[in-house]
């Protein structure tokens, strides 16, 4: 069992240049998700897609596009790439938990490093 | 609006000490709490998540935290630290279906 699977793992541009972070899960979970990660900033939300064929901005979605493929595919795009893009990026993937099924529990894949020249 | 704070970025415990990491959290009710961790270059993996009910909650690896709503508080501690628990930890809150808020992050150091 995969679990979250992010590609590629690093990643360098120059500035302008466009590119996509693959993501794949197998869980069957509905519900996707990115994350940036920055020194003293904790994970802020990108994008996310509550199930298949709908998307929705995060905290910082600025600079970024997604594309929800199909259930298992969430893909981040960056159509030009700018210094203040360099982070960690982080997919995850949700399922509903708690007895009323409210706690979205975040699974996540081992991160994309990105480097904006 | 809703917020966690991790008062502590970096602490620094002698292996085989007890470790507490805080976690603060500002909600208008009580939300859905979690604790990760985060290994260096990996992804945030899980250790435990406290929806209701007893508020002394376990985790895996041996961590527990404890749940005090008079404090807004869900505290991570581990009675006997080990030099493979060196990483950073977060704590998150989410309400009802909703997405989470993590706390900045707190870095655990640990000396031989």
């Known amino acids: 069992n995969a679990g979250v699977t992010q590609t590629p793992k690093f990643q360098v541009l120059k500035t302008g240049q466009s590119m996509t972070l693959q993501c794949a899960q197998d869980m069957n979970h509905n519900s996707m998700y990115w994350y940036r990660q920055d020194p003293g900033m904790g994970l802020r939300l990108i994008y996310y897609s509550a199930s298949e064929g709908t998307t929705d901005k995060g905290e910082v979605p600025n600079g970024y596009n997604v594309s929800r493929l199909n259930k298992r595919e969430f893909s981040l795009r960056l159509e030009s790439a700018a210094p203040s893009q360099t982070s960690v990026y982080f997919c995850?993937?949700?399922?509903?938990?708690?007895?009323?099924?409210?706690?979205?529990?975040?699974?996540f894949g081992a991160g994309s490093r990105l480097t904006v020249l | 609006a809703q917020s966690v704070t991790q008062p502590d970025i970096h602490i620094t415990v002698s292996e085989g000490a007890s470790l507490e990491l805080r976690c603060n959290y500002s909600y208008g009710a009580t939300p859905y709490l979690f604790w990760y961790v985060q290994s260096p270059g990996q992804g945030l993996q899980l250790l435990l998540k406290?929806?209701?009910?007893?508020?002394l909650v376990q985790g895996i690896k041996g961590f527990e935290a404890e749940f005090k709503r008079s404090q807004s508080s869900f505290n991570l501690r581990k009675p006997s630290v080990h030099w493979s628990d060196a990483a950073e930890y977060f704590c998150a809150a989410a309400n009802y279906g909703q997405n989470f808020v993590f706390g900045p992050g707190t870095r655990l150091s640990v000396l031989p």
């Open positions: 406290y929806f209701s009910g007893d508020t």
């Open positions: 995850a993937s949700s399922e509903r938990q708690g007895r009323d099924r409210g706690a979205n529990v975040l699974t």
